[in-house]
């Protein structure tokens, strides 16, 4: 079965000619942009080369969450959380955001020490967060059968519907009066006196002064058609969807051998909280040295694999004029194949140690992309190079949660405003400029 369904969004029919500001890609980061610089009065383009949150923005595993991100993201996490909760309201749609709480497992001294320093941290924003013994923690999953030393339980982290929301957040937007448009994808940029003055799609030109990249995976071969280097690679990341379970729990864990949230529907997102794929492209030799240190550090999460996608990456190396079929022409969706065994195995798991879950059956699976830095920290960025350039990217699996604050950050820098966060950890220049490359959490 092909990858889950997401709320059908209709693009627009009519091109326009102009507008102030183009957004690529139509994940929950582009729409989230998109809406913000609608509702401010800014003219936008929304432009997807498929359709809306059909790649990774409907494939993640639905967390929204502040805890265990690395201090960089911490404030944006933040800024993201005070939107989700009024975002139902202000879209007037259902994105399936509640505030369920999440509980990370201690598995070692070095886990425990981390979850320790959370509830310290969270207080500065109001958070509710605490350590949990095994008293505590049989009380929320009662019946769940793990020895469990401590445990860290933010009752301010949530969950939200992947499918639901990036649609949902896109449709404000044009409410509020964004062009969205489907199936039209950005073949490159025009430039007029050395900064953007327009983009040229598969349907025709949008003269604009600004562009937002939030293309996703798809980011660094979009960047580098414009001579802008942007180091990113990929990771195939599979989920399974369960049927309903009566009696499941509400509150997201993370444990060892299995990770899981409760869907609207009454079923569960199940996941390997370890288990990953990282295809050998040649991105993988471009940037490799900047990868080093995330490879050692993640190596025991990490599956390489040499297949078709080398050969399929390499055919792109070589460009495109904007007079024809682009890259992101020929592929609408990325839907890589899931990889059964990396989720069997974490279900089988599940099942073995909570009753609960022993009846569940498999409804669907799939997997997605996962667009990753050098250092698992976002590129949110104007790009110098490029007067008029920015880009929103590489949230390296963090992205659904903090979406709609990294859409607002990225419409702050795109207009002028002041940054509702200090943008600076999140400067493409930061790979380029001797800065020290400090790995954060994948």
């Not at 693009?11 to 890609?25: C, H, W």
């Not at 923690?137 to 639901?164: C, I, M, N, W």
């Not at 293309?215 to 180091?231: E, H, K, M, Q």
Request: some cysteine.
């Amino acid at each position: 079965m092909p990858g889950p369904q997401v709320v059908p969004v209709q693009g627009d029919e009519a091109l326009p000619q102009t507008v102030d500001v183009v957004v690529i890609g139509g994940g929950i980061i582009g729409a989230s942009a998109a809406l913000e610089l609608a509702e401010r009065g800014i003219s936008v383009a929304l432009c997807e080369k498929g359709g809306i949150g059909q790649e990774q923005s409907s494939r993640n595993w639905g967390w929204v969450r502040i805890s265990q991100r690395d201090p960089r993201e911490v404030p944006l996490a933040a800024e993201a959380i005070r939107i989700w909760s009024g975002l139902d309201k202000r879209v007037r749609r259902d994105t399936g955001y509640r505030q369920c709480g999440i509980v990370f497992q201690s598995q070692s001294d070095r886990d425990e020490a981390s979850n320790e320093r959370w509830p310290d941290e969270l207080r500065q924003y109001q958070l509710a967060s605490q350590m949990i013994g095994q008293r505590e923690f049989s009380e929320l999953y009662p019946g769940l059968k793990l020895d469990v030393r401590s445990a860290l339980h933010t009752a301010a982290d949530g969950r939200a519907e992947p499918q639901k929301a990036a649609p949902a957040i896109a449709e404000a937007a044009r409410e509020a009066g964004a062009h969205i448009l489907t199936r039209c994808a950005v073949r490159g940029v025009e430039t007029a006196g050395g900064r953007i003055s327009g983009v040229v799609t598969e349907r025709g030109p949008i003269a604009c002064s600004s562009v937002l990249l939030a293309g996703g995976s798809w980011s660094s071969l979009f960047s580098r058609s414009l001579g802008v280097d942007l180091p990113q690679l990929k990771i195939v990341n599979t989920v399974i969807r369960t049927t309903p379970i009566e009696g499941g729990p509400e509150e997201t864990l993370f444990a060892k051998d299995f990770a899981f949230r409760r869907r609207q529907d009454g079923g569960y997102t199940v996941a390997s909280p370890s288990d990953n794929i990282a295809d050998i492209v040649p991105d993988s030799f471009r940037y490799g040295l900047k990868f080093i240190p995330a490879l050692k550090a993640e190596w025991h999460a990490m599956k390489l694999r040499l297949g078709p996608r080398f050969i399929e990456e390499a055919g792109w190396m070589k460009g495109w004029r904007l007079d024809e079929e682009s890259p992101f022409e020929r592929i609408r969706v990325m839907d890589p194949t899931p990889v059964p065994k990396l989720t069997d195995h974490a279900l089988a798991k599940l099942k073995a140690a909570y009753p609960v879950f022993a009846r569940a059956r498999i409804a669907q699976r799939w997997a997605g992309l996962i667009d990753v830095t050098p250092d698992a920290v976002p590129v949110i960025s104007p790009v110098d190079k490029v007067p008029g350039f920015f880009i929103a990217t590489g949230f390296s699996g963090h992205g659904f949660g903090i979406g709609p604050g990294a859409g607002r950050l990225a419409a702050d820098l795109v207009s002028g405003a002041t940054p509702c966060v200090d943008p600076t950890a999140f400067r493409l220049s930061r790979f380029f400029d001797g800065s020290r490359i400090e790995l954060g959490t994948l």
